[in-house]
T-cell receptor, first 114, second 114 residues
Framework: KAGVTQTPRYLIKTRGQQVTLSCSPISGHRSVSWYQQTPGQGLQFLFE???????NKGNFPGRFSGRQFSNSRSEMNVSTLELGDSALYLC?????????????FGAGSRLTVL | AQSVTQPDIHITVSEGASLELRCNYS??????LFWYVQSPGQGLQLLLKYFSGDTLVQGIKGFEAEFKRSQSSFNLRKPSVHWSDAAEYFCAVGALQAGTALIFGKGTTLSVSS
């Protein structure tokens, strides 16, 4: 069974640009969550999607957005990039019907903003 | 406020020695607790979880953790550390309901000396 796949694994952008990150969940998993990991702030929750609907959102500015497709794949977008957006962005999927909020994480997309 | 505290930023243990990583949490609802491990350049791998029942839970790779409600703690232990255990360890707390955010500690980096 394939794990959570995130693309691209590494990318470099400049300030003011935008970026789109992709996440393919484990087959059968319908919930996808996104987290930002930085050395200073640690792991912080961005948002969670289920059945193409955002169910929960963390405390991030509106420049951070996401969506989920009918096949459960998810993308997140960051517009008008700032230096502080440099981070590892982790996607995780889970089986919401399992009665347990157990996340399986991908390897992450490492974004560097210059 | 909801939070997770991992008091030890960095721990060095000799190979073959025992290990205990500390985790304290503050959470308003019934806490569901997790330990994840992250190797360099990788995502997070679930070591173990506690939802209810026996307060001593067993995980993968020989790890165990004990939930102590009175102390708001969920410490991770391993009787004999292997060099391959060197990594960063994260404690997290969340609700059982799918889609809710996990709150992570800042992590403890484990180094293993020979």
């Amino acid at each position: 069974k394939a794990g959570v796949t995130q693309t691209p694994r590494y990318l470099i952008k400049t300030r003011g640009q935008q970026v789109t990150l992709s996440c393919s969940p484990i087959s059968g998993h319908r919930s996808v969550s996104w987290y930002q990991q930085t050395p200073g702030q640690g792991l912080q929750f961005l948002f969670e999607y289920f059945s193409e609907t955002q169910r929960n959102k963390g405390n991030f500015p509106g420049r951070f957005s996401g969506r989920q497709f009918s096949n459960s794949r998810s993308e997140m977008n960051v517009s008008t990039l700032e230096l502080g957006d440099s981070a590892l962005y982790l996607c995780a999927s889970s089986l919401p019907d399992s009665g347990a909020n157990v996340l399986t994480f991908g390897a992450g997309s490492r974004l560097t903003v210059l | 406020a909801q939070s997770v505290t991992q008091p030890d930023i960095h721990i060095t243990v000799s190979e073959g020695a025992s290990l205990e990583l500390r985790c304290n949490y503050s959470y308003g609802a019934t806490p569901y607790l997790f330990w994840y491990v992250q190797s360099p350049g990788q995502g997070l791998q679930l070591l173990l979880k506690y939802f209810s029942g026996d307060t001593l839970v067993q995980g993968i790779k020989g790890f165990e953790a004990e939930f102590k409600r009175s102390q708001s703690s969920f410490n991770l232990r391993k009787p004999s550390v292997h060099w391959s255990d060197a990594a960063e360890y994260f404690c997290a707390v969340g609700a059982l309901q799918a889609g809710t955010a996990l709150i992570f500690g800042k992590g403890t980096t484990l180094s293993v000396s020979s």
